[in-house]
């Protein structure tokens, strides 16, 4: 699920099961945003990554 006031651009990879809340801003646009299975990201967050060889993963619930 993403909220319709949540944006995600660029090579985002979600799993099963994702929450994307209200207001969150999610970024693969430098390099990809991996999120894993049953994980929720909450109102306001802001997830991206940044230049440098490594990306952003976030595990499985």
Same mark, same amino acid.
């Given at each position: ?5 949540? =944006?995600? #651009? ?5 799993? !099963? !099961? =994702?929450?994307?809340?209200?207001? =969150? ?7 990809? =945003?991996? #999120?894993?299975?049953?994980? @929720? ?10 230049? @440098? ?9």
């Amino acid at each position: 699920m993403i909220d319709d006031s949540s =944006v995600v #651009i660029g090579d985002v990879r979600l799993a !099963d !099961d =994702v929450g994307i809340w209200p207001l =969150v801003v999610i970024r693969g646009d430098v390099h990809y =945003v991996q #999120i894993g299975a049953r994980t @929720n990201i909450q109102d306001g967050s802001i997830c991206m990554s940044l230049i @440098n060889p490594r990306t952003t993963q976030m595990a499985t619930h």
